[in-house]
Nanobody, 126 residues
Framework: QVLLQESGGGLVQAGGSLRLSCAAS????????MGWFRQAPGKEREFVAA????????HYADSVKGRFTISRDNAQNTVYLQMSSLRPEDTATYYC???????????????????WGQGTQVAVSS
């Protein structure tokens, strides 16, 4: 398993931007597909974005396409989620997650990921 630590959450006005970071403990970070999920109060955890282990492939939920960008820096063992044009409905706790090594899938769900961070809260005011 990989130890993951998110940071960068906070309170922002609608239309604003935030960048979330997720630092991973594994020296083999570059082997893992990484994902971001979010969970709003009273709702199920939902997929936001994923990036393949080599960074060549990215996936996004329809609700964030064109507004959020996932990226990774394998030299820094870090994955990022740049969030722009934020909306009140983006308010949630955001979680970073890692798959098993060299794992890929056509679509991603919580069950595809083996390791999870503790989450960072994002609140968007209207």
């Amino acid at each position: 398993q990989v130890l993951l630590q998110e940071s960068g959450g906070g309170l922002v006005q609608a239309g604003g931007s935030l960048r979330l970071s997720c630092a991973a403990s594994a020296r083999t970070f570059s082997y893992y597909t990484m994902g971001w999920f979010r969970q709003a109060p009273g709702k199920e955890r939902e997929f936001v974005a994923a990036i393949s282990w080599n960074g060549y492939s990215t996936h996004y939920a329809d609700s964030v396409k064109g507004r959020f960008t996932i990226s990774r820096d394998n030299a820094q063992n870090t994955v990022y989620l740049q969030m722009s044009s934020l909306r009140p409905e983006d308010t949630a706790t955001y979680y970073c997650a890692a798959t098993s090594p060299y794992y890929s899938a056509p679509d991603y769900y919580t069950t595809d990921f083996d390791s999870w961070g503790q989450g960072t809260q994002v609140a968007v005011s209207s």
